[in-house]
């Protein structure tokens, strides 16, 4: 490769990894396993080593991925949180010690501990008391998610602790069979599920309602203690200091003196791991004088007196028999591989997830081929490559459908995308998706709508739509099977009671695609009613808070279709919720007419998320970036430079959070 080349990989590699840690952590959706990860990460270090000139302040290697998310006070971590680097052989382990000799002035111990894989947290104590919980964030400041962390029983709220100040840290998990529980239950909500327990864990961290948190069983394994105050000499002692403060620190955490006794640590807990009740995905290893840990110090992302020794997930292998396909409710087609049935982590698989015709490309995949797959806590265990050792002679290249399966619509793909989907509106597996998305419970809620009585309905062709639903009639219900009167009555009442469901969960329930949950309400605060959504212009759209251009682009093909335009005209017939102010959630026509940026983070009462409710509920209009009709501008901490410049360009007015709550009140 020459120059150019490689400062093109580069480029694309750095865009790689920023992607996937925005799915890993923000959209807790990972799509590649850690080792994928490590060894795009592994490749563009080597790459910047080689070619110093190509290393940047803001590269990937040079800073920890960000978990930050709206709705939260982002506040600075006392000490950074860094993370740690990883290794897959026991060779890179004797390195690691090699290295650490020649730094530190006398022979260090180590400690061994479990590398949990949940949530990282760091906890403040001030006087003994808990008073902030912040997730890594981008590692210097961190979502302060105290609210959350009090839910959790096994994290004590007050200690009996002499100092000003310290920081406990550790991991939030969720066990596997909370997690498995979690899942069914979702499962049956049509909800979509965790793909494994640490999203689980992360994802639940950052919810905004506490009471759902509570339920969810999180445990906390703190690991980690720092303070000016504290003068403990090892690590090893701050463990038991925090387990005197009644801290749940793991008890398998061992003092060791070699490489050997290292090794022992890791054998015995890659065999053993299985029977934890939660996932470890690895074994940490800290040097355990504090003194020497000083005197290693730190690099950019991590610090030199630790190292993780990553498990590598398990595989197996066996024969591709078939590709099937399944039809999501948008439309978008699915491969999956039918394997020859194959033990993998204590269960028989017989079914792994190819991701995308790209993917079965890229890998080149072919049927009768024996594959890799690798179960990584997922619940559906993915086909990492192919065995071409074994490939069998004559195997032909493969084609990725061009129809679809069911319905046999020539599939297209959008540009840019992965993805292929069937266009047909009236495709079964959609129109049963479709229904199901719309009455989950985060959507209309209609109770006694389960999968089974849906595909009834469909099949009887009584349901096309999830309109149709507002046309059922008792006595139709009763020709279903297993429908007795009571379930009937039920049924009714709950599809009446959802006509009082409020607009931004109507308009979640829709399906648009890319408007989950949280896009439907920053849609609905933002246009108010549904017409005014419809009418939106791309700009407009665009200028909404978390909107960009392929959110906007859905929502605009959702609307110019037909059958959207029928389906919306029947919900409203049926008397469904689609403006806002139905539901009181204006309390003034204060900032009627304003559109308004706010920018920074702010401090409680008020955080960022109440700010920019305050705005809604007055009838303003959010907006995310600034133009010449931008009202004003509130701006709290760390405000976006590029917004204040413009700010000033256009003479706009900039507010601090008093001025504004100054305005509401008069
Ligand atoms: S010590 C300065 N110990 O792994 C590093 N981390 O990849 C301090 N983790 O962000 C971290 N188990 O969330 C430490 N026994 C353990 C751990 C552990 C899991 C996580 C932690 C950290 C990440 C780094």
């Known amino acids: 490769m020459n120059f150019d080349e490689i400062k093109k990989r580069a480029e694309f590699l750095r865009k790689e990894i920023e992607k996937h840690n925005y799915l890993y952590y923000v959209e807790n959706n990972p799509q590649i396993s850690d080792l994928e990860y490590d060894l795009l990460l592994a490749e563009l270090e080597s790459i910047e080593k080689q070619y110093p000139e190509l290393k940047s302040k803001d590269s990937p290697t040079q800073k920890v991925g960000s978990d930050l998310s709206k709705g939260f006070q982002t506040k600075k971590h006392p000490y950074a949180m860094l993370s740690l680097s990883n290794t897959y052989s026991i060779e890179e382990i ?389 429908f007795a009167d009571k379930a009937a009555d039920n049924l009714l009442k709950s599809i009446e009671q959802s006509k009082q469901v409020p607009f931004p969960r109507v308009l979640f329930a829709l399906g648009i695609r890319y408007v989950g949950e949280t896009i439907a309400q920053k849609l609905a605060y933002s246009f108010k009613n549904i017409d005014n959504l419809i009418n939106a212009t791309y700009e407009e759209l665009i200028q909404t808070e978390e909107i960009g251009d392929k959110i906007a682009q859905s929502v605009i093909q959702y609307f110019q279709e037909q059958d959207n335009q029928t389906l919306i005209k029947e919900l409203k017939e049926a008397g469904l919720q689609f403006s806002l102010k139905e539901n009181n959630l204006i309390v003034s026509e204060k900032l009627k007419g304003m559109s308004i940026v706010i920018t920074g983070t702010f401090p409680p009462p008020y955080n960022r998320k109440k700010m920019e409710e305050l705005v809604i509920q007055h009838n303003g209009k959010l907006v995310k970036s600034v133009s010449k009709s931008t009202s004003f501008i509130v701006a709290g901490e760390k405000p976006g430079p590029d917004k204040m410049e413009l700010a000033q360009k256009y003479g706009i007015r900039i507010m601090n959070q008093q001025e504004f709550l100054n305005i509401l009140e008069n």
């Open 94 to 482: 004797q390195s690691f010690i090699t290295r650490t000799l020649k730094i530190v002035d006398r022979k260090p111990t180590f400690v061994c501990e479990l590398k949990f894989d949940g949530a990282s947290i760091s906890l403040h104590y001030r006087n003994g008391e808990l008073v902030e919980a912040l997730t890594r964030g981008d590692g210097e400041f961190g979502d302060d998610v105290l609210q959350n962390i009090l839910t959790i029983p096994n994290i004590p709220p007050k200690i009996n602790c002499e100092y000003d100040f310290i920081v406990v840290r550790g991991e939030i998990m969720m066990h596997r069979d909370i997690f498995q529980k979690l899942n069914e239950e979702r499962i049956k909500q049509n909800e979509a599920p965790f793909a494994n327990p640490r999203n689980a864990a992360s994802g639940t961290l950052k919810l905004l309602d506490t009471q759902t948190v509570a339920q969810r069983n999180l445990q906390c394994y703190l690991y980690y203690l720092l303070g000016e105050q504290i003068h403990l000499a090892t690590h090893f002692e701050r463990l038991e200091q925090l387990k005197k403060w009644g801290f749940n620190v793991p008890q398998w955490s061992t003092r060791c003196e070699n490489l050997s006794d290292i090794e022992n640590f890791i054998q015995y807990w890659d065999n053993e791991r299985h029977k934890l009740p939660f996932d470890i995905d690895g074994i940490v290893i800290k040097v355990n004088e504090i003194d020497l840990q000083e005197q290693l110090g730190y690099t950019a992302k991590s610090p030199r007196w630790a190292i993780a020794f990553k498990f590598k997930a398990e595989q197996a292998t066996t024969k591709l028999i078939s590709i099937s396909y399944q039809v999501g409710r948008t439309g978008i087609i699915t491969p999956v591989a039918n394997l020859e049935p194959v033990q993998l982590s204590g269960t028989t698989v017989k079914r792994a997830s190819l991701h995308n015709a790209d993917q079965i490309m890229l890998k080149d995949i072919r049927i009768g081929d024996y594959v890799i797959i690798e179960k990584g806590g997922e619940i559906i265990p993915k086909v990492v490559g192919v065995d071409f050792a074994r490939r069998p002679e004559g195997l032909e290249k493969f084609n990725f459908i061009t129809h679809c399966p069911e319905c046999n619509t020539p599939l297209i793909r959008n540009e840019g995308e992965a993805a292929h989907y069937c266009t047909n509106y009236y495709c079964p597996p959609q129109i049963k998706g479709r229904i199901e998305h719309f009455v989950s419970r985060k959507a209309m809620d209609i109770e006694g709508l389960g999968t089974e009585t849906i595909d009834e309905l469909v099949s009887k062709k009584l349901i096309y739509n999830p309109a149709d639903i507002y046309k059922l009639t008792k006595f139709q219900l009763l020709t279903l099977e297993h």
